[in-house]
């Protein structure tokens, strides 16, 4: 049986939230089976408990931002996707203020954390959202060109994704992207891709209330010809790869792993949660499957207890 998947003991880290700069104290806890993800505000009295789900996603500016009663858990794409990555399907995450904190701008620390605190199988078999027909979403963006994101059937996890920023920086580097999951590793070819912004952005985001804890610490930062940071990239794709954490993280907010092939075109938060919207909103589209047999399950969650995808 392909089992669901939590952590074996509570573990800790301190960052800031990359849009409000608050400091913020996370705590990630085991949970037991069926339990989901659930974001708990321990800064509240009494504490209120936030499950990840498509339904409960607000605001999609520059993240997503999950709510329930006026409270708010934002920019939880980042620890979402690294419990995508890793097949975590239950896990309570207590935090101190509205915002995640944003680490190195990857998946790469909440990897660290979940892979530290140990990854435990548990009793009821792991639940799948199988994509059943094409489902897509159409917008013309800003510039007036088409974007869009879709979902179609396929027997495993893969996802597709292109970018067009028309920014000197970021057309040197890939602009589209392809993997999947059966012959890749999460933690090794995705994981480490940063977050970007703009240096001619940053005044107007801050006024709004967001990118106030941004810095080269967490952050790819960009004037209008070159990036900014000593270091440069980690990877020659880092962007478009960084894309697809993020739509990873996204999709992961439905409730369970999809299997399906996600493709997309200058898609981001917004898109990406109006498709899961319109996939749940047609129950032809999709239906929720479990492998009693292991041997018969999609190789892309065929995963070790360090959440490495297992060699066939």
């Known amino acids: 049986m392909l089992r669901q998947r939590t952590i074996k003991e509570i573990t800790k880290a301190t960052g800031i939230g990359l849009h409000s700069g608050t400091r913020v104290v996370l705590s990630l806890r085991p949970a037991a ?19 990840a789900s498509a339904l409960s996603v607000g605001d999609t500016r520059l993240a997503s931002t999950l709510e329930s009663g006026g409270v708010r858990v934002s920019t939880v794409e980042h ?7 890793l097949g975590i399907d239950n896990l ?18 909440f990897v660290f954390l979940l892979q530290s605190a ?11 959202i199988r994509v059943r027909k094409p489902v897509e979403i ?19 996890f ?26 890749a590793s999460y933690v090794k070819d995705i994981a480490r891709a940063r977050t970007f912004g703009f240096m001619h952005e940053a005044e107007a985001l801050r006024s709004m209330g967001l990118a ?8 790819i930062v960009m004037d209008e010809y070159r990036i900014l940071n000593g270091e440069g ?55 929720v499957v479990t492998f009693d047999d292991e041997a018969k399950a999609p190789r892309a969650f065929t995963f070790g207890l360090a959440g490495e995808l297992v060699a066939a």
């Open 92 to 109: 309570y995450v207590d935090v101190t203020a509205e915002e995640i904190p944003i680490m190195d701008g990857s998946a790469s620390s």
């Open 212 to 219: 106030r804890g941004g810095s080269f610490d967490n952050t």
């Open 33 to 51: 089976p069926d339990t989901g993800i659930v974001f708990r505000r321990i800064d509240r009295d009494p504490p209120v408990d936030i499950v």
């Open 118 to 128: 140990g990854i435990e199988e548990q009793s009821r078999a792991k639940r799948f």
């Open 79 to 85: 620890l979402m996707s690294a419990c995508a990555g």
């Open 158 to 183: 893969r996802l597709d994704f292109s970018i067009d920023f028309r920014h000197p920086a970021i057309d040197a580097t890939g602009q589209r992207h392809r993997i999947d999951f059966a012959e």
């Open 233 to 287: 990239l980690r990877d020659s794709s880092e962007f478009v790869k960084h894309k697809i954490l993020d739509a990873i993280g996204d999709l992961y907010v439905v409730g369970h792993p999809l299997i399906g092939a996600y493709s997309a075109h200058k898609s981001g938060h917004a898109m990406n949660n109006r498709l899961l919207r319109a996939l749940l909103a047609d129950q032809s589209a999709y239906e």
């Open 138 to 156: 159409r917008v013309e963006d800003r510039a007036g060109d088409d974007a869009w994101v879709r979902l179609d059937p396929y027997f495993g």
